[in-house]
């Protein structure tokens, strides 16, 4: 009999133990479940299109700002860029010849002029004729309208010569973008391209994120969405070992505007056929003890201090 008494005392004891830590469990309930991902993600793509002759990136490696990890051949932007210096040369010794042409031509003027004075002095004496001084007024204008003909083409070879550095510019521009330079400090996350593989403007290389940020996106109830807005200050947990949790702070970046139901693998069958809404969560990672894909939930600080 005692037996029985001591043993229906024991399993009392048991189910108050355990009403009691389900009481306690339901006090410390978080407000969101869900997943770390990177904060902000870069996808870096090639500019120019070639083989990739050099491609020193593999996921994991940390790159640094502006750091160069590779390069498109460059070998038909060069040539391509030799022609054109090759015109600029021919183009340019148009010039020099042109400015000879107008050097003759102002000696040729300055004779004219100084022919015409003389003239028109023999005129004003009667020691000229009227064709003659004609006939030199006739000289010195054609010998103008040469000069500015010749300037006319020397404005022209200019344009031409702009024309051909602009495209020396852009070819110097494409030659220099055939450096893949890292454009964010961060860990390559993806690797897309090998070495030797064409590249092509616009295709992926390599997906690079600054890992130091990190987001939690979580989902709330419907319940809890007038609790919780853009900029809030909240507490963030993940796991330390089975027992307790590591706790950092969050600030809220974004909230959706449409409900969803809530993944499958983040609640219980029951609590999976609520619709939530999705919210992110940025968090710092200086430590980088958190890792991408790692659970995480929150709690809002002015429920947790109720």
């Not at 009403?19 to 993600?41: I, M, P, R, T, V």
């Not at 015109?87 to 340019?92: C, D, G, L, N, S």
């Not at 042409?101 to 022919?115: P, S």
Request: proline residues 2%; positive net charge; contains cysteine.
């Amino acid at each position: 009999m005692k037996f029985v008494k001591r043993n229906s005392f024991l399993l009392l004891a048991g189910l108050v133990m355990i009403f009691l830590s389900s009481c306690s469990k339901q006090g410390n309930l978080a407000d969101g479940y869900g997943n770390f991902d990177a904060h902000a993600e870069v996808i870096v793509s090639s500019q120019t299109m070639g083989q990739l002759l050099q491609f020193n990136v593999e996921e994991g490696d940390y790159l640094k700002t502006g750091q160069i990890v590779g390069l498109v051949d460059t070998t038909q932007l060069h040539l391509k860029k030799e022609v054109m210096m090759n015109q600029k040369k021919v183009v340019a010794s148009k010039l020099d010849n042109i400015n000879a042409n107008i050097a003759v031509e102002r000696q040729q003027l300055k004779n004219n002029e100084i022919t015409l004075r003389r003239i028109q002095n023999l005129y004003r004496s009667n020691a000229a004729t009227k064709q003659q001084l004609d006939n030199i007024n006739g000289l010195v204008a054609l010998t103008r309208k040469r000069i500015e003909a010749t300037r006319t083409q020397k404005r022209n070879i200019y344009t031409q010569l702009k024309s051909i550095n602009a495209q020396i510019a852009e070819i110097n521009e494409s030659i220099q973008q055939s450096l893949i330079t890292n454009p964010v400090a961060g860990t390559v996350l993806v690797k897309y391209a090998e070495k030797g593989e064409l590249a092509t403007p616009g295709k992926p290389l390599y997906k690079i994120a600054n890992l130091k940020t990190l987001e939690l996106k979580a989902y709330v109830s419907g319940s809890q969405l007038s609790h919780i807005k853009i900029g809030q200050k909240v507490k963030v947990y993940y796991d330390k070992n089975k027992k307790s949790d590591n706790e950092i702070d969050g600030t809220v970046l974004w909230i959706s505007s449409q409900a969803e139901f809530t993944p499958k693998t983040i609640q219980t069958k029951q609590e999976r056929v609520n619709l939530v809404y999705a919210v992110k969560i940025k968090v710092s990672n200086a430590n980088g003890a958190l890792k991408i894909g790692m659970p995480g939930e929150f709690r809002i600080i002015s429920q947790q201090s109720k």
